[in-house]
C-alpha cells in the first residue's frame, strides 16, 4: 500500500512538473536594502518575482510553436522602476488596490485619511504603499513568499498589518495567495498589476486580443473614477465580454463610461461565488496562440487597458510602450468599498486573516 502510495505520489508530482527556485540580486534601493529577485521555472513558464513591491518582472511562455516570450511588461533593472511611480508594473499594489474616494474613509466611528496622490482619490494604497516597499522573501516548495509588516498608521490606515504575498509555479500555471492580519480593525485589498501582453512585451498594443470576462454586471464610475454605486449589467453595452470580443473592437465608442476611464478601466463583478477559485477572465492573442486563462476568489476584476500608457517609458528590451501595450487583470473586492456598504466588505479585524487567490494559467490555441 505504502509503496503504491509512493508510486502514486511520483507520477502526479511528474504530472504537475514541479518549479525550480532560485535568486539573485536585482541591485539596492537609495536606502542601500539589497532587492532580491527570486526565478521559479517549469518546462512551460519562467517567471521572475522581487522583493521591491512584491512584484513580477518578468513572466515567459511558449507560443504556439514553442518559442517563448515574456508576456509582460517591466523593465531591465531597479532604476526602471523606482523611476517609474505611476503604472504599477507587476507590482502587489496596497494596503487597498484601486480607489478610496477623497482618501477617507470611517471605521468604527472614527474618520481615516490616506494620502491623496490621484486627484481627488487616493490610489493603490497612498503614495507610499505596498507597491513601493521592499519585502522580504523566503523560498518556499515550487516558489518564493514574500513578507510586509506595515506599521499602525502607515499611509493613515489603522492597526499593524503583517501581509504575505506567496508566488508558486506549477506547470503552466502561476499562483498567487495573498494573505493578511492586523492588530487593530482595519481595510485590506490586495491585488497584482501585471500589464499582460500575450503578443509579447514589445510587440505593439493589446487591441487585438481577445477578452472574455466571466462577469454580467460592472460598477460604472464617475469622472474621477469612483464606482457610481449600483451595479449596471454589461449587456448591449462596451463592456459585455460574456463572449469573446477584441479590446480594440468598441474601445472608441461614443461611451460615457469609456470616456471617464480614457478607455477600459473599469470593475468587473465576476459571476459565482466570492471566496471560491473560479473563472474571472480569458486572453486569446491569435499571432502567438497564447492563452490566458485567470481564476479568482475575489468578486471583482479591475480591467484597465494601459490607457495611461503614452509611449515615454522605455520597457525591459529597449521599446518603448505606447498606450494600450499591456492590458490589466486585477483581480480584487470593488473600488472604494470602505465607502460602500452595499459592496463586499474589505474590513479585517484582529484575530481574522484575509486570504486571497488568483491563478494564471497558460495554454496556447491555434
Ligand atoms: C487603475 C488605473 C491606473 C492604473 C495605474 C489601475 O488599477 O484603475 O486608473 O491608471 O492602475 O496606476
Not at 512584491?54 to 533593472?77: C, I
Not at 522580504?136 to 493613515?156: H, R, W
Not at 489603522?158 to 495567495?177: D, F
Request: with cysteine.
Amino acid at each position: 500500500m505504502k509503496l503504491f502510495r509512493a508510486v502514486l505520489f511520483c507520477m502526479t508530482s511528474a504530472a504537475i512538473a514541479h518549479a525550480s527556485v532560485t535568486h539573485t540580486s536585482f541591485g539596492t534601493l537609495p536606502s542601500g536594502a539589497a532587492v532580491e529577485i527570486y526565478t521559479l521555472k517549469s518546462p512551460a513558464v519562467e517567471i521572475r518575482v522581487m522583493t521591491y513591491g512584491a512584484r513580477v518582472v518578468s513572466l515567459a511562455t511558449k507560443d504556439r510553436d514553442g518559442k517563448m516570450g515574456d508576456v509582460v511588461l517591466g523593465y531591465a533593472n531597479i532604476e526602471g522602476y523606482l523611476g517609474d511611480t505611476k503604472t504599477y508594473f507587476g507590482s502587489v499594489p496596497g494596503r487597498y488596490a484601486n480607489r478610496i474616494a477623497l482618501g477617507k474613509f470611517t471605521l468604527d466611528g472614527k474618520q481615516y485619511q490616506i494620502p491623496i496622490n490621484n486627484a481627488p482619490n487616493a490610489l493603490h494604497g497612498g503614495p507610499d504603499g505596498f507597491a513601493s516597499r521592499n519585502w522580504t522573501a523566503k523560498e518556499i516548495p515550487n516558489g518564493v513568499e514574500f513578507t510586509l509588516i506595515s506599521p499602525d498608521g502607515d499611509q493613515g490606515f489603522p492597526g499593524k498589518m503583517t501581509a504575505h504575498v506567496r508566488y508558486t509555479l506549477e506547470g503552466s500555471t502561476v499562483r498567487i495567495v495573498y494573505s493578511a492580519t492586523s492588530d487593530k480593525p482595519t481595510v485590506v485589498n490586495l491585488t497584482n498589476h501585471s500589464y499582460f501582453n500575450l503578443g509579447g512585451e514589445a510587440s505593439g498594443t493589446i487591441l487585438n486580443e481577445k477578452l472574455t470576462l466571466d462577469a454580467d454586471q460592472y460598477t460604472p464610475i464617475d469622472a474621477t473614477s469612483i464606482p457610481l454605486g449600483q451595479l449596471a449589467p454589461v449587456a448591449g453595452t462596451p463592456f459585455d465580454f460574456t463572449k469573446p470580443e477584441s479590446v480594440g473592437a468598441r474601445i472608441g465608442a461614443d461611451d460615457v463610461q469609456l470616456k471617464n476611464g480614457s478607455g477600459y478601466d473599469h470593475n468587473l463583478v465576476l459571476r459565482g461565488k466570492s471566496g471560491e477559485l473560479r473563472p474571472a477572465a480569458k486572453v486569446y492573442d491569435a499571432t502567438s496562440g497564447r492563452v490566458l486563462s485567470v481564476e479568482t476568489t475575489e468578486p471583482g476584476v479591475q480591467f484597465y487597458s494601459g490607457n495611461f500608457l503614452d509611449g515615454t517609458l522605455t520597457g525591459i528590451s529597449g521599446v518603448k510602450y505606447v498606450q494600450h501595450s499591456g492590458l490589466c487583470l486585477e483581480t480584487q473586492h470593488f473600488p472604494d468599498s470602505p465607502n460602500r456598504p452595499n459592496f463586499p466588505s474589505t474590513e479585517l479585524k484582529p484575530g481574522q486573516t484575509y486570504h486571497s487567490e488568483t491563478t494564471w494559467t497558460f495554454t496556447t490555441e491555434k
